[in-house]
Nanobody, 124 residues
Framework: QVYLGESGGGLVQAGDSLRLSCTASGRTGVSYGMGWFRQAPGKDRDFVATISSNDRDTYYADAVKGRFTIFRNNTKNTVYLQMDSLTPEDTAIYYC?????????????????WGQGTQVTVSS
């Protein structure tokens, strides 16, 4: 079992920045991919960013490319999502996910464990 704890969400204004954190605990293993997804009210959970186990490969959704950065600290079993130039369209609950695919994945079906989610609200 792997447990994921997220933090860092909040209410900000358009143009502001936020950094989300997600720490994995339990039987994490040593080679696992991580990802961030988000879900707005009435919509599906959409891919945001993913990172490989060795921190070398990252992929982003087109909607956040150039504004968001995913990175990880494996000594702390923590993955981060730095979000800059936020817009109201970024408002959603953000979830981190754990996948056994060491390359990471853009597909939510590939994730085995999820955090509880953290709310991000961007006002105009």
């Amino acid at each position: 079992q792997v447990y994921l704890g997220e933090s860092g969400g909040g209410l900000v204004q358009a143009g502001d920045s936020l950094r989300l954190s997600c720490t994995a605990s339990g039987r994490t293993g040593v080679s696992y991919g991580m990802g961030w997804f988000r879900q707005a009210p009435g919509k599906d959970r959409d891919f945001v960013a993913t990172i490989s186990s060795n921190d070398r490969d990252t992929y982003y959704a087109d909607a956040v490319k150039g504004r968001f950065t995913i990175f990880r600290n494996n000594t702390k079993n923590t993955v981060y999502l730095q979000m800059d130039s936020l817009t109201p369209e970024d408002t959603a609950i953000y979830y981190c996910g754990y996948t056994y695919y060491h390359t990471g994945s853009t597909l939510k079906e590939k994730y085995r464990y999820w955090g509880q989610g953290t709310q991000v609200t961007v006002s105009s």
